[in-house]
């Protein structure tokens, strides 16, 4: 089978995108293909991605006691756009909802929570989230939160708080995604210790290719795997390579290779973090129409289909259905 076939075939599942601002701004209409950013549905038809997860970021002026109205807002701008694009794209909340887009020829839209600044110490938020499809959190972006560290703040050996242990509980308990992508080292042993679930970094690459903070260690990569989980490999150009110059393609196809050696084929996926990272992208991954060139890379490394197919998705749909159902 030759790649374009293999991947027209495969469930494409990227963990992570920071569209949804891109959204809200009204800087794009997902609707339409734009010159703009990463990613809009014609140029992800054309990637052939499945499932995309929409992470809810929020930015800084929104910290102080804005939070969960904001992310109101960015569920809602998501919503909205579902509500147009009925024929193009539908909300997901399981694994059978991607599958169902896979076999319509539509997009999946997963919603995430990137730190948990929008849950404003209450549970009770997050209980609403998941009503509205909420199926991903990320504990901590980089800074600290009621929940606990990121990694910026790795110095003061930190991990989870109070809060952020009961919040993991609580995801376990919803079947929501525990991500521990932004979060500091301490923490992330605290989520591994807590977490009855697999638990996934839905964008990171491995340290050892690339040794900044948000990536991870080899030790790390192969304690997420001890939970069954996955770490999807990113497209940042500063988390593929110290010279940003030499962010590629083939650079990310080393981060694979590195990840899957020590995690293992089944706890490597993709994480692209498309529309959350300035220009210049990596070379040959431009956007969202450059996924189909990952498939024939992997190919040209001598993975097996089946390993393929695993890594373009499979990973990430046997966490998601082992989590959310």
């Not at 809009?40 to 910290?63: C, K, N, S, V």
């Not at 220009?279 to 890379?297: N, V």
Request: proline content about 4%.
């Amino acid at each position: 089978m030759d790649s374009s076939e293999l991947h027209r075939r495969s469930i494409v599942f990227d963990a992570h995108c920071d569209t949804i601002l891109a959204i809200l701004r009204g800087d794009r209409d997902l609707n339409e293909r734009s010159s703009e950013g990463h990613l809009d549905l014609p140029r992800m038809r054309e990637g052939g991605i499945t499932a995309q997860i929409f992470a809810i970021f929020i930015e800084h002026p929104y910290l102080n006691g804005q939070a969960a109205h904001q992310a109101l807002r960015l569920f809602d701008a998501l919503h909205a756009t579902l509500d147009r694009s009925t024929e193009e794209m539908i909300l997901a909340k399981s694994t059978a909802d991607i599958e169902r887009a896979k076999a319509q020829g539509k997009i999946a839209a997963v919603i995430s929570i990137e730190g948990a600044e929008p849950l404003e110490g209450d549970l009770a938020l997050l209980r609403v989230y998941h009503r509205l499809g909420l199926r991903n959190l990320g504990i901590t972006w980089s800074t600290r939160n009621r929940a606990g560290d990121g990694v910026h703040e790795a110095r003061t050996g930190g991990g989870l708080s109070r809060f952020g242990v009961e919040l993991v509980e609580e995801l376990n308990h919803l079947g929501i995604m525990v991500d521990v992508a932004h979060l500091a080292p301490a923490g992330v042993r605290d989520v591994l210790e807590i977490s009855e679930a697999p638990v996934i970094a839905s964008h990171a690459n491995a340290y050892a290719l690339c040794p900044v903070a948000r990536n991870l260690t080899d030790e790390q990569l192969e304690a997420i795997a001890g939970t069954g989980g996955v770490i999807g490999a990113t497209f940042v150009p500063p988390f593929l390579h110290t010279n940003r110059d030499e962010a590629s393609l083939d650079r990310l196809l080393d981060h694979m290779d590195h990840m899957v050696r020590v995690a293992g084929i089944d706890h490597v996926g993709l994480g692209s973090d498309f529309d959350g990272f300035s220009p210049p992208p990596p070379t040959g991954l431009e956007d969202g129409t450059c996924f189909p060139r990952i498939t024939a890379g992997l190919l040209r490394r001598g993975y097996a289909e089946k390993d393929v197919q695993k890594i373009l998705g499979g990973n990430f749909m046997r966490v998601f259905g082992q989590v959310c159902g």
